[in-house]
């Protein structure tokens, strides 16, 4: 499984970007999706996932500002972001799982997002 990030960028508060992911390899066996993201001396963290059922999880940091979402039949994963502050830049990974729940299991190499003040 290959997951390749695409989106990022530099963008004032309360701006907004789309993040992008699309999936090739052995894509069949992905269940959730999601995007985790690391700021700065700072641990992973998990922002939001996507069942294959299409449930959803957002981290309570960025509920209601972020969408999950998942094209299939583009294999594609995105996270729409809005309303953004200083405190969401990091980069950002898309990650995959086998199963419908963590650990993911697969992820990207990371887009950079940087909101500036």
């Known amino acids: 499984v290959q997951l390749v990030e695409s989106g990022g960028g530099l963008v004032r508060a309360g701006g907004s970007l789309r993040l992008s992911c699309a999936a090739s390899?052995?894509?069949?066996?992905?269940?959730?999706m999601g995007w985790e993201r690391q700021a700065p001396g700072k641990e992973r963290e998990l922002v939001a996932a996507?069942?294959?059922?299409?449930?959803?999880y957002y981290a309570n940091s960025v509920k209601g500002r972020f969408t999950i979402s998942r094209d299939v039949a583009k294999n594609t994963l995105y996270l729409q972001m809005n309303s953004l502050k200083p405190e969401d830049t990091a980069m950002y990974y898309c990650a995959g799982s086998d199963y419908d729940s963590l650990p993911m299991d697969y992820w990207g190499k990371g887009t950079l997002v940087t909101v500036s003040s």
């Open positions: 996507i069942s294959s059922g299409g449930s959803t």
């Open positions: 390899g052995s894509i069949f066996s992905i269940r959730a």
